[in-house]
């Protein structure tokens, strides 16, 4: 069983600036893509960046400039880095992983982190 969890969310002022982490666990034997996605109240999921297990980036438009993925292979875990945070910030974020576990390849979802930017 593989689990995604994310941390480092929580209640912050336009303008600051936080970092989610997401770990993955279980009886991983190699994650593929990492990604990070938002989804706020009435909204659909967001996609915001995906790294790859090499290093590559793509991130959305909404939010380039303001935020960075990276992640550590060697602890299975996936950043966000999001700085000059705006209201319209605000959202649950989820990571999301490919992962190959038990001889097979899935996507797996975290339970998610909530964002809240006060203005």
């Known amino acids: 069983q593989v689990q995604l969890v994310e941390s480092g969310g929580g209640l912050v002022q336009a303008g600051g600036s936080l970092r989610l982490s997401c770990a993955a666990s279980?009886?991983?034997?190699?994650?593929?893509?990492m990604n990070w996605y938002r989804q706020a109240p009435g909204n659909q999921r967001e996609f915001i960046a995906a790294i790859t297990r090499s290093g590559r980036i793509t991130g959305a438009d909404s939010v380039k400039g303001r935020s960075s993925i990276s992640r550590d292979n060697a602890k299975n875990t996936v950043y966000l880095q999001m700085n000059s945070l705006k209201p319209e910030d605000t959202a649950v974020y989820y990571c999301n992983a490919v992962v190959s576990a038990g001889g097979s390849w899935a996507n797996y979802w975290g339970q998610g982190t909530q964002v809240t930017v006060s203005s």
């Open positions: 279980g009886s991983i034997f190699s994650i593929n893509t």
